[in-house]
């Protein structure tokens, strides 16, 4: 699988819009990009996937560049409780027993 | 469906006592996997299932490690004996073949050894 690589951290303030980076610049052409968050003492969650084209989904938006070498994980209207670890993973889909590695993610923090 | 299921959420243990988790996934699923997460090392996979039968154990880190899932609906992990070190949260999860969804993650177990 290709590494990506995020921001160890960053802030947002609430009601404004969180974009969280990725850069995955050795991504394969059947590699999707898919974004898990991590409450505290919770388990990962799924968030959105995407190959090439932009996706929307209730919880996010993701934009994938045209090279497909980074990616941008966006919340619309971030909320406190959006406050997480968020990780950015590349790997080849519909074949689960390709293994989801989880990297350092993105700390999140939503301030009032 | 009631997402996947993890038991016990929290286990305090003797070192060298044998520890026993829990996994119930999600019925339908045909993959489960095991993780571990710890402050040093973050989230790591230690054994993964298809079908009932284990694909890939390469993570586990030592023999006093175990899992085995005997049927669809049901998986252990296992430690024997326990060690300070294994202090860690462990998270079990199930997944689709076509992974429409991503992977479903249980609420984890927190087990501390002294």
């Known amino acids: 699988d290709a590494k990506t690589t995020q921001p160890p951290s960053m802030d947002c303030a609430e009601g404004r819009a969180a974009n969280l980076p990725c850069n995955h610049s050795?991504?394969?052409?059947?590699?999707?990009v898919y974004w898990y968050r991590q409450i505290h003492s919770q388990g990962p969650q799924y968030i959105i996937h995407?190959?090439?084209n932009n996706e929307t989904n209730e919880m996010a938006s993701l934009i994938i560049t045209e090279d497909r070498k980074s990616s941008t994980l966006i919340l619309p209207h971030a909320t406190l409780r959006d406050t997480a670890v968020y990780y950015c993973i590349v790997r080849v889909r519909d074949n689960a027993g390709n293994m989801l590695t989880f990297g350092g993610g993105t700390r999140l923090m939503v301030k009032p | 469906d009631a997402g996947v299921i993890q038991s016990p959420r929290h286990e305090v243990t003797e070192m060298g006592q044998e520890v026993t988790l829990r996994c119930k996934p999600i019925?339908?699923?045909?993959?489960l996997f095991w993780y571990r997460q710890t402050m040093m090392r973050g989230l790591e996979l230690l054994i993964y299932f298809n079908n009932n039968v284990p694909i890939d154990d390469s993570g586990m880190p030592e023999d006093r490690f175990s899992a085995k899932m005997p049927n669809a609906s049901f998986s252990t992990l296992k430690i024997q004996p326990s060690e300070p070190r294994d202090s860690a949260v462990y998270f079990c999860?199930?997944?689709?073949?076509?992974?429409?969804?991503?992977?479903?993650f249980g609420s984890g177990t927190r087990l501390t050894v002294v």
């Open positions: 999860a199930s997944s689709l073949v076509a992974e429409l969804y991503g992977y479903t």
């Open positions: 050795t991504i394969s052409g059947n590699e999707y």
């Open positions: 019925s339908g699923h045909d993959y």
């Open positions: 995407g190959l090439k």
